[in-house]
C-alpha cells in the first residue's frame, strides 16, 4: 500500500551539472505514475532503479521543453523494450501534435499505444480513476497554460472487527454486509450500527504537484488537507518581482500556499541555476513553514498509513 | 592549436545508467564542434566544462532518437543564454522539418537563427570549411540515410627557417615571398629552391566519426591516413549477425576499418546495453588493431602535432 514520490529532476530550464529537469515518479500502490518529463528522465528511472516499463500514465503540467522533451526519448524506449500495454498521457493542448510529429518521424512502427488525454488547464477536473486513486487537475498561473495534479488515494475498504465477528457470531454474508457500510440486525431485533462492526484501515493520503505557477491561493484551496505538496520554489524572497514576471514563485510563495492548504509537507524544487545551495532555498521557506523540504535527484518521500 | 575529441556519450539506442547516448565534441583550434546529440548533451558539455555558447556547428550523423533528440533542448537553452550568433547544423534531409516543428511549438522567440544545411548522406562531400578546417560528409551502410564526418586540419602556412634568414639577409618582402612557396632569386642569378627556405610547422591533423554502420571498405578508404577514427562497435565479435542485420557493426568491423583507412589510433564505442564492461569489446578489437581505445563519458583524446 505504497504512496512514494521520488524526486528524478529539481532544476529548472537551464540545466546544470548535477540538477536535472522537472520530473517525478509517484509510486501508489505499487502502481507507477509519471509527473513531467524533462531531458534525460529515462536514465533518472534507471539510476534510481524504477523499471521505465512499470509507468502506468504519465501526467504532464505544461509544454514547456524542461518539462516535457524527455518524454519522447522514453516513448521511443519503450517501444525498443517491447512495451505491449497502451501508456495514458494526460497533457495540455496542443500534446497532440508533439506526439504525432514525434511517431511520424521517430516512432512510425511503436508497438504500443500512446493515449493522449487532453487537461482543460482552467478547469479543476477528475483525470484518471483507478480501484484506488483518483488524479484532478489544479489550474495553475504561469506564462502558458499549465496545470497541477492532485493524486487522492480513495477511502480503502471498511475492515471488520475481529473481536465483532466473534462476540456477535457473524456469518460470511453478514460480514460482507458490514464490509459494504451496513448495520447488523440482530435476531432480537437489535441493530448494532455498522460503525462499531467496522473501521477504516488507514485514512486515504494526497500528493499534490504544484509546478510551474505564480502563488495562486485558488490553487492551494483545491488541494486543503493535503498530506505532501510538491511547489515550485525557482526564486529567493528577494528575487519576489523575477518570479512573478516570469509565471514563477519564490519559498515564501511556496510556503504560503502549504500554509493555506493546510499542507502537512512542503516540499520545494525547480530551482534557478543561479543558486547553487538550494538549503538556503530551504531555510527562507521554513521561516513560514516548517516542515519544508528540498526535493533533491533520487529523493523519495513517503506518505505513512495513518488510522 | 588544439585538436581534440572528448566523448560525451559512448551508449547505444538503449540508455543506461551511467552511459549517455551518443554525443561528442570535437575542439579543433579552439573552435568547438558538436558531432551527434543524443538526449542529455546539454548537461553533458556543462558537466565535462565545454561552454555550450562555445558551440560553432553541429553535424548529425543520422536522424535516430539517440543521436539527436539532446540537440532541441540545447537549442532552447541557448536561447536562454541569449546567443546570438547564428548555430549551423549540418544533417540529413528532413531534418529541416523536425527544426521546424521544434521552434514553432518550442521556442518561436529564438534570439539567433539556427540554419540547416542537408548532408547529401550519400556524397562524400565538403560539408564546412574555415581558414584551418575542412569538414567532409563520409557515406555509412546504416537502416536510415546515414554518414560520417572526417575533420581534416589544413596544411598550416609555410614558416622561414631563421637560420636562413640570417645567412641570406632576407628582406621583410622575400620572407613574405618565401611564405607564399616562393623559391628565392640571389643577386647573382642563383635560386635557392622554396623548400631550403622553409618548413611545415606540423603535418594537417585528421579524425573520422564513423556512426552507425555496417562496416565499409569504402567509408574506411575515404579517411585513408587519419591520425584517428571513432568506429561503432555496438557489438561484440560473436554477434555478428545482430549487427549486419541491425545496420551496426562488431568490435572486428570497427578494427578491420581502422586497418583498411591505416589510422593512427582507433576509438569504439556506441556500445550495446548488454555489455557492462566495455573493456572486452577493446581488447576484441586490440587483437587485429592494438591501438584500440574505449570511448568513455567524459574521456578526451588529444591528437598531437608533428612535424
Request: glycine fraction near 6%; charge should be neutral.
Amino acid at each position: 500500500m505504497s504512496f512514494r514520490v521520488t524526486i528524478l529532476g529539481s532544476a529548472s530550464a537551464r540545466p546544470t551539472g548535477n540538477r536535472h529537469p522537472s520530473a517525478q515518479v509517484v509510486n501508489i500502490h505499487e502502481q507507477y505514475y509519471l509527473v513531467d518529463a524533462g531531458e534525460g528522465t529515462q536514465q533518472q528511472l534507471i539510476r534510481y532503479g524504477i523499471n521505465p516499463l512499470k509507468l502506468q500514465a504519465v501526467f504532464i503540467s505544461h509544454l514547456h521543453g524542461d518539462h516535457v522533451f524527455g518524454l519522447f526519448p522514453l516513448i521511443s524506449t519503450l517501444g525498443l523494450y517491447g512495451r505491449r500495454t497502451p501508456l495514458a498521457v494526460y497533457a495540455p493542448a496542443p500534446f497532440g501534435e508533439l506526439l504525432d510529429h514525434h511517431l511520424r518521424y521517430f516512432d512510425n512502427d511503436l508497438p504500443y499505444q500512446v493515449e493522449w488525454h487532453e487537461v482543460r488547464t482552467t478547469e479543476h477536473s477528475l483525470l484518471f480513476e483507478n480501484r484506488t486513486l483518483e488524479v484532478w487537475s489544479v489550474p495553475l498561473r504561469h506564462r502558458v497554460p499549465c496545470a497541477g495534479f492532485l493524486f487522492r488515494e480513495k477511502q480503502p475498504p471498511l475492515n471488520v472487527d475481529k473481536f465483532k465477528i466473534t462476540k456477535y457470531m457473524l456469518s460470511i454474508a453478514q460480514i460482507a454486509a458490514a464490509k459494504r457500510g451496513e448495520d447488523l440486525v440482530l435476531e432480537s431485533g437489535e441493530v448494532i450500527p455498522n460503525a462499531e462492526l467496522t473501521y477504516r484501515p488507514y485514512q486515504p493520503r494526497s500528493y499534490a504537484y504544484l509546478s510551474d505557477t505564480n502563488f495562486s491561493a485558488k490553487a492551494a484551496t483545491l488541494c486543503t488537507g493535503v498530506d505532501l505538496m510538491y511547489h515550485e520554489a525557482t526564486y529567493a524572497a528577494k528575487e519576489q518581482r523575477d518570479a512573478r514576471d516570469r509565471g514563477h514563485s519564490t519559498t515564501i510563495d511556496a510556503a504560503k500556499a502549504a500554509i493555506k492548504a493546510q499542507a502537512g509537507r512542503l516540499v520545494i524544487g525547480h530551482y534557478s541555476s543561479r543558486y547553487k545551495d538550494e538549503n538556503l532555498l530551504v531555510e527562507e521557506a521554513r521561516t513560514l513553514f516548517p516542515e519544508t523540504y528540498p526535493a533533491n535527484e533520487g529523493t523519495t518521500f513517503t506518505i505513512e498509513k495513518q488510522r
